[in-house]
């Protein structure tokens, strides 16, 4: 069974930093795109990130680039996205999703298989 779990989210300051990790199982870690969306009240789902295990393949949306930053760690079967200098706009639920079929590390909520719940991140100003 496929699972995911983010969490990491929080209340901080606008220029501060956060953490989000994805613990995951039930799938071959050798062999995945993870994508990291976020949710803010009233608006769509939007792509932030994704990491592609097969060559290490990372996608950021314009509107992160350059503040955040996806890796994994194999041993751990965790994604994470580390999030700097966080602006009011990127409060939002952050979720993570696994991509076990199509593989292709997009921003496209469509192409993924399997969610995980959402961690919440709220940026003050």
């Known amino acids: 069974e496929v699972q995911l779990q983010a969490s990491g989210g929080g209340l901080v300051q606008a220029g501060g930093s956060l953490r989000l990790s994805c613990a995951t199982s039930?799938?071959?870690?050798?062999?995945?795109?993870i994508g990291w969306f976020r949710q803010a009240p009233g608006k769509e789902r939007e792509g932030v990130s994704c990491?592609?295990?097969?060559?290490?393949?990372?996608q950021y949306a314009d509107s992160v680039k350059g503040r955040f930053t996806v890796s994994s760690d194999n041993a751990k079967n965790t994604v994470y996205l580390q999030m700097n200098n966080l602006k009011p706009d990127d409060t939002a639920v952050y979720y993570c999703?696994?991509?076990?079929?199509?593989?292709?590390?997009?921003?496209?909520?469509?192409?993924?298989?399997?969610w995980g719940q959402g961690t919440q991140v709220t940026v003050s100003s």
């Open positions: 999703a696994n991509d076990y079929t199509y593989l292709g590390c997009t921003l496209h909520a469509a192409m993924y298989d399997s």
């Open positions: 039930g799938f071959s870690f050798d062999d995945y795109a």
């Open positions: 990491i592609k295990s097969s060559d290490g393949m990372t």
